[in-house]
């Protein structure tokens, strides 16, 4: 699962080659490929296509699976909230579409590109990535405890079982175990993360969060 941002109204430093075209009409309608009958090298070719497009016109497209989205807008929303309304947070915690509008999109980038400027979002990268080592130190020891049980139970009731299905007290056992999951082990957060952000903003015209 991830979240696609789409500019709305995006500046456009450099369009689609010929070339691109072409394949368009060759392989699709002029406007869309036709995914059903293109073969693979052509597939191939087009995404190489939109790559490039969206390296240089970086309002166009922004792309963040869920585990690198969440801490990145809880930390815009956190830098924002004096203009974001509650309906924009949660907006951006869903794939329903939500739209950030072109001034807000401007905001966004003003705010993220001071904060970068002044470190403090380099100085916040280094706390989140200590916390995050720690919550992934955590989880591997819990991992092994839960790994061992599981060898335990495997060896005296079979290798079929499933976690849901182990008999006491191997059961409860693991189930312990696995609700003192750290999940501040599976949110990482990159500095590098926030200033493609801010530069996906700056020139999207706005956004939909999808």
């Not at 070339?19 to 087009?46: C, Q």
């Not at 585990?67 to 907006?91: H, I, K, S």
């Not at 329903?96 to 705010?111: N, T």
Request: charged share 30%; proline share 4%; aromatic share 14%.
């Amino acid at each position: 699962m991830g979240f696609d941002l789409y500019g709305i109204k995006p500046t456009v430093n450099k369009d689609y080659p010929k070339e691109y075209y072409n394949l368009l009409k060759k392989h699709g309608n002029g406007t869309e490929l036709n995914w059903n009958d293109a073969p693979d090298d052509i597939r191939n070719k087009y995404f190489e296509f939109q790559d490039k497009y969206q390296e240089n016109n970086p309002g166009s497209y922004f792309r963040n699976n869920v585990w690198w989205w969440r801490p990145l807008w809880n930390y815009v929303c956190e830098q924002c909230q004096d203009f974001l309304t509650v309906e924009d947070m949660a907006g951006g915690g869903s794939n329903d579409g939500h739209r950030i509008s072109k001034s807000k999109a401007l905001m966004i980038s003003r705010r993220l590109s001071k904060l970068i400027g002044e470190g403090l979002v380099a100085e916040y990268d280094r706390k989140m990535t200590l916390m995050t080592a720690k919550a992934q130190a955590s989880n591997q020891e819990l991992q092994e405890q839960m790994d061992e049980i599981t060898k335990k139970c495997h060896k005296e009731h079979g290798k079929d079982l499933v976690p849901a299905n182990y008999p006491e007290p191997y059961y409860s056992e693991w189930k312990t175990l696995q609700s003192q999951h750290d999940w501040d082990g599976d949110y990482p957060f990159n500095a590098e993360n926030v200033e493609d952000f801010a530069r996906f903003c700056e020139s999207s015209g706005g956004f939909d969060i999808c």
